[in-house]
């Protein structure tokens, strides 16, 4: 009874960080929706996300992991979130970019309904399924967690936080946390271990603030509307683009 009630109490603090995370980027979407134009941003990690969250929402489902369905409940309402933000990139894209994020969207689908009909009609154990979703889950929930690598090598480069926001680091440390402690108590490696990844990267951008924080230049700071989710600012997304399609 005590772990059951352990389990409930950080599945909803799963539920809660991983919301901020997934509203972090509406600021964004603001920006592009009043300039009535993209200009330089990226929608890749976007659609990325989307397929992260179908995955992770199916894994949760009853017949495939019992007793996940907080995982379904974050995710759905991810599936949701990201949709809208893809929706409204591609509205505002330039006619080329609409066409790659249009030929991405169709792709992420269709890998989501391959995993998911064979999970229903080609494997009827239920072993079989969990590690089937479970591997095609915890493979992306890597890459969405691994995304601030690229900011994090430029805060020692430059030696300055401008572009790493303190509450993105400090929510994507807190989200990692409680799901990997959600999935040990769970017993559930395809949640802790890639969480585990998640909570040790949040854990090094927070040390990484600590140590550049009175480094940031004061005279050109960027504001929260020129932030991207995961702590990406404006100027780096193409370059976070080519590592999310190079395989987060």
Same mark, same amino acid.
């Given at each position: 009874?005590?772990? #059951?009630?352990?389990?409930?109490?950080?599945? /909803?603090?799963?539920? =809660? @960080?991983?919301?901020?995370?997934?509203? !972090?980027?509406? /600021?964004?979407?603001? &920006?592009?929706?009043?300039?009535?134009?993209?200009?330089?941003?990226?929608?890749?990690?976007?659609?990325?996300?989307?397929?992260?969250?179908?995955? =992770?929402?199916?894994?949760?489902?009853?017949?495939?992991?019992?007793?996940?369905? $907080?995982?379904?409940?974050?995710?759905?309402?991810?599936?949701?979130?990201?949709?809208?933000?893809?929706?409204? %990139? %591609?509205?505002?894209?330039?006619?080329?970019?609409?066409?790659?994020?249009?030929?991405? %969207?169709?792709?992420?689908?269709?890998?989501?309904?391959?995993?998911?009909?064979?999970? /229903?009609?080609?494997?009827?154990?239920?072993?079989? &399924? #969990?590690? $089937?979703?479970?591997?095609? =889950?915890?493979?992306?929930? *890597?890459?969405?967690?691994?995304?601030?690598?690229?900011?994090?090598?430029?805060?020692?480069?430059?030696?300055? /936080?401008?572009?790493?926001? $303190?509450? +993105? !680091?400090?929510? *994507? %440390? +807190?989200?990692?946390?409680?799901?990997?402690?959600?999935?040990?108590?769970?017993?559930?490696?395809?949640?802790?271990?890639?969480?585990?990844?998640?909570?040790?990267?949040?854990?090094?951008?927070?040390? $990484?603030? =600590?140590?550049?924080?009175?480094?940031?230049?004061?005279?050109?700071?960027?504001?929260?509307?020129? @932030?991207?989710?995961?702590?990406?600012?404006?100027?780096?997304?193409? #370059?976070? !683009?080519?590592?999310?399609?190079?395989?987060?």
């Amino acid at each position: 009874m005590p772990n #059951k009630a352990l389990h409930l109490v950080f599945g /909803v603090i799963g539920n =809660a @960080t991983g919301l901020f995370l997934f509203l !972090s980027p509406m /600021v964004t979407f603001k &920006r592009i929706v009043m300039k009535k134009s993209t200009e330089q941003f990226s929608g890749i990690p976007y659609v990325m996300t989307l397929l992260n969250c179908l995955l =992770a929402a199916w894994y949760g489902l009853p017949f495939i992991s019992p007793d996940n369905i $907080l995982v379904t409940a974050i995710n759905g309402t991810g599936v949701l979130i990201e949709s809208i933000y893809v929706l409204i %990139f %591609f509205i505002f894209a330039p006619k080329k970019e609409k066409g790659k994020i249009l030929g991405l %969207f169709i792709s992420i689908l269709a890998v989501f309904s391959t995993i998911a009909m064979i999970s /229903v009609f080609g494997l009827h154990e239920s072993k079989k &399924r #969990k590690l $089937l979703c479970g591997f095609a =889950a915890s493979i992306f929930s *890597v890459i969405m967690y691994a995304s601030p690598l690229l900011i994090m090598r430029m805060v020692i480069k430059s030696k300055s /936080v401008e572009y790493m926001p $303190l509450f +993105l !680091s400090l929510f *994507v %440390f +807190l989200c990692g946390t409680s799901w990997f402690i959600y999935g040990l108590i769970g017993r559930d490696p395809f949640l802790f271990v890639p969480n585990g990844f998640g909570s040790g990267l949040g854990a090094m951008q927070l040390i $990484l603030y =600590a140590i550049y924080r009175n480094n940031k230049d004061e005279t050109n700071q960027t504001s929260w509307n020129d @932030t991207l989710e995961m702590g990406i600012g404006q100027n780096y997304q193409q #370059k976070q !683009s080519n590592v999310l399609n190079g395989h987060p």
